[in-house]
């Protein structure tokens, strides 16, 4: 049996996004609210993330970076899951 967590599987917390990411709370709430992301909802109502969404934030935070705007990075998005 492997040890590695798979990918997709929810399994951080906000802070050690926040950390990985090097974004604030603030942000990558603000993110899921424009619909780039969707963290699952534990129990209590918190958000965990998978490595997948850890990845994606970061190649946000990249096009934020590169001065793309969050509709440009909404269309980015929409055409590579089309893909």
Not at 42 to 64: F, P
Request: proline share 5%; aromatic share 4%; no cysteine.
């Amino acid at each position: 049996m492997s040890n590695e967590i798979p990918d997709d599987v929810p399994t951080f917390p906000m802070s050690v996004v926040k950390d990985l990411t090097k974004l604030t709370g603030r942000q990558i709430r603000y993110y899921e609210e424009q619909g780039l992301i969707k963290p699952v909802r534990n129990d209590g109502n918190r958000r965990v993330y998978s490595i997948n969404d850890i990845h994606l934030l970061r190649e946000i935070k990249g096009l934020i970076d590169q001065g793309i705007n969050i509709a440009g990075i909404k269309a980015m998005l929409k055409n590579d899951d089309n893909k």
